[in-house]
């Protein structure tokens, strides 16, 4: 077994990632997988700013939007 079976490009820079270093994440809604990716720990970090910006501005977007529905109740970020 050589060490390079372990090591998978990160799905955004697509830069080798060794395992100890990598995230995977994985967002469900309401049981149903809409996002996996595997990051490095700087994408990781991107991708959860950018998740919550984008979390945040579909509120304000959909202010106009009547019956507000509580998402976040239903959203699950999980990493491995
Ligand atoms: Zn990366």
């Known amino acids: 077994m050589s060490d390079d079976a372990d090591i998978e490009p990160c799905n955004w820079c697509g830069e080798p990632v060794a395992d100890p270093l ?4 994985r967002v469900t809604v309401d049981r149903s997988e809409i996002d996996s990716q595997r990051l490095c720990p700087e994408c990781f ?15 304000a977007d959909e202010s106009a939007d009547p019956g507000p529905t509580p998402v976040d109740d239903d959203t699950d970020i999980i990493v491995d």
């Open 45 to 59: 970090a991107d991708w959860i700013d950018r998740y919550e910006t984008e979390m945040r501005s579909d509120d």
């Open 22 to 25: 990598s995230r995977t994440v």
